[in-house]
């Protein structure tokens, strides 16, 4: 069974750094395109950043520069490095993997980060 | 990367049909047939219901169908259900590794 699980988000000061994990089952990270896609409170989906296969990373505008998609193969883990939070940045922030046709076809429950003085 | 435009909100009673809009540009809804919809019910995360504009995912019922004209992409739910309310949010591919969501739909089952 394909399982998501996203931590490490909590509360923040703007300006600081905050890394989100994503360990997955079922599968095996390195062999899908994943991605994270977050929803600040009230609000719509925002597609923030993708790997690939060939580990390639792309970044929504608001984050690039400042967020850093990696995977750590050895533990089957996804990492999201946000530096320079801004409260912009608060949401709720999911992994998800894909599933065809440039989908996201699984999803974690989500990790809650809220950057505020 | 411009957000897709749906409506804010849809209705209908059980049994009826509704359908949801999702208007983009010829960059990513126009240009490609990979536009995909999520339903989310109330503190949930997204689930999957179509896929490259008119494909079900295993599991999920035949009175969700896609379809796609020019730069306007569609969902309808036929046969409304009680647990069909939920917000539904479509999704595209926009090419140069860049994917953008719509503003997202709530759909309320009268």
């Known amino acids: 069974e394909v399982q998501l699980g996203e931590s490490g988000g909590g509360l923040i000061q703007p300006g600081g750094s905050l890394r989100l994990s994503c360990a997955a089952s079922g599968f095996t990270v390195a062999s899908n395109y994943m991605s994270w896609v977050r929803q600040a409170p009230g609000k719509g989906l925002e597609w923030v950043s993708v790997i690939y296969t060939g580990g390639g990373t792309y970044y929504a505008d608001s984050v690039k520069g400042r967020f850093t998609f990696s995977r750590d193969n050895s533990k089957n883990t996804l990492f999201l490095q946000m530096d320079s939070l801004r409260a912009e940045d608060t949401a709720v922030y999911y992994c998800?993997?894909?599933?065809?046709?440039?989908?996201?076809?699984?999803w974690g429950q989500g990790t809650l980060v809220t950057v505020s003085s | 990367q411009s957000v897709l435009t749906q409506p804010p909100s849809a209705s209908g009673s059980p049994g009826q049909s509704v359908t949801i809009s999702c208007t983009g540009t010829?960059?990513?809804?126009?240009?490609?047939?990979?536009v995909s919809w999520y339903q989310q019910h109330p503190g949930k995360a997204p689930k999957l219901m179509i896929y490259?504009?008119?494909k079900r995912p295993s599991g999920v019922p035949d009175r969700f169908s896609g379809s796609k004209s020019g730069n306007t992409a569609s969902l309808t739910v036929s046969g409304l259900q009680a647990e069909d309310e939920a917000d539904y949010y479509c999704?595209?591919?926009?090419?140069?590794?860049?994917?953008?969501f719509g503003s997202g739909t709530k759909v309320t089952v009268l």
């Open positions: 010829s960059s990513d809804v126009g240009g490609y047939n990979y």
């Open positions: 490259e504009v008119n």
């Open positions: 998800a993997r894909g599933y065809g046709g440039n989908s996201w076809g699984y």
């Open positions: 999704c595209s591919y926009a090419g140069s590794k860049f994917y953008v």
